[in-house]
């Protein structure tokens, strides 16, 4: 495929038409709930200040209630109830690891349902959130990847996620009481179902929703976008999001990376790491984070990880080594303990931060790689997968 051709995208987001009923205002940017608020009568001079009320009560206060919103009057909070909804995505299932790890299935617009993990560790709470129903890029290692891409997700439904999740972690402020300080739900990591990349406006939106100051308020930092390596839309990500960006590397060769990530056939390790180097957000205090999942005979040898430290020369950059976490039918094994630790040594000794993820949420089908939602849990056997990848 011509590596110069432009990104197309076969499937919408759904809902494609204007709903019909009241609005949800979940998901709307500021300008679009000001355009919403004057639409219903909301004079001109008075929409921004409501949008500002609204605002805080919906994304500071986690309020689902136009009632409590105590500082509109009882006529307009009327208004705002026949016009408008404030709607999440509906929690199907909730499963606690052995671990502590949560994972929520969550059903969405058209009964489609993704899967959202939230991992609590001792200096921080992650959530891992989903960006699209399915997946349209078929990594052979990755159990989301064997779920077809159905629909993008909405603004409203990624963000939805968050407040799912703070719904659970009892989160949000309570009017009069002291201010915590220490967030359970400190980071959010997009390396769920789908690419983001692929749904690029919809996932600015609700990560713009995520940091405002008046609302959720997560720094950028506190913000991880992982791409398997669209190009075109790296640089942009730095420019309309400003977040941290988590690459899904995964082998040192365009042969091997062919066959594990199959986007590598559109823009190749070269094109990939040409981006990288120019990302303007790159420094020492903001590196790229390589994510290298260790496949048993596959990617994890010496050499590999000798690769690994050329490729990303001048590049400042940590590697998160990833223990395979195997599914039903999954053509490969996890890399043994001690070839992870000798892979981890070369990178760590030439510089790098290498860093081993611990499995978290495995008893549940919640670690990484392993998301695919229960209604479209249909397997292909390991003989298919590996025809298909020709491994």
């Known amino acids: 495929m011509d590596a110069k051709a432009p990104i197309t995208q076969d499937v919408l987001t759904i809902p494609r038409k204007a709903p019909e009923g009241p609005q949800n205002l979940i998901g709307l940017s500021r300008d679009q709930m000001r355009d ?179 609302g959720i308020s997560l720094s950028r930092r506190r913000i991880t976008l992982s791409t398997s390596g669209v190009v075109p839309e790296i640089a942009r990500t730095a420019a309309e999001i400003g977040c941290q960006l988590a690459i899904s590397f995964h082998a040192t060769t365009d042969e091997v990376r062919d066959r594990l990530v199959p986007i590598n056939k559109r823009w190749p390790l070269a094109d ?33 990880a000798r690769r690994l430290i050329k490729l990303i020369d001048g590049i400042p950059a940590k590697i998160n080594l990833i223990p395979f976490n195997e599914w039903p039918g999954a053509p490969y094994k996890r890399s043994s303990n001690n070839r992870i630790r000798a892979f981890a040594d070369i990178i760590y000794n030439a510089g790098y931060a290498s860093p081993v993820r611990k499995p978290r949420g495995e008893d549940i089908m919640a670690a990484c790689g392993q998301l695919k939602s229960a209604t479209e849990r249909a397997r292909k056997s390991k003989a298919q997968i590996a025809q298909e990848t020709g491994l």
């Open 272 to 304: 990939l790491l040409d981006a990288l180097r120019a990302y303007p957000k790159v420094s020492n205090s903001e590196r790229i984070t390589f994510e290298y999942v260790m496949l048993d005979g596959v990617n994890d040898s010496d050499a590999d």
């Open 36 to 214: 919403a608020l004057i639409a219903a009568g909301t004079s001109e001079k008075q929409a921004k200040m409501r949008v500002g009320q609204i605002w805080q009560w919906i994304y500071h206060w986690g309020l689902r209630d136009f009632e409590q919103m105590t500082n509109l009057s009882k006529e307009y909070r009327a208004m705002l109830a026949e016009t408008f909804v404030i709607e999440l995505p509906e929690v199907v299932t909730r499963q606690i690891s052995d671990d502590g790890t949560r994972k929520y299935l969550v059903r969405i617009a058209g009964g489609h349902e993704v899967e959202v993990v939230y991992i609590p560790e001792t200096d921080r709470g992650t959530l891992c959130i989903s960006s699209q129903v399915g997946c349209t890029l078929t990594c052979s290692f990755c159990h989301t990847g064997t779920q077809k891409l159905v629909r993008n997700l909405t603004a409203a439904e990624i963000v939805g996620q968050v407040m799912v999740a703070r719904d659970d972690l009892e989160e949000w402020p309570v009017p009069g009481a002291p201010r915590v300080e220490a967030r359970l739900l400190s980071n959010i990591v997009l390396m769920g179902m789908g690419e983001p990349l692929y749904n690029f406006d919809n996932v600015r939106d609700a990560m713009k929703i995520a940091m405002d100051p008046e």
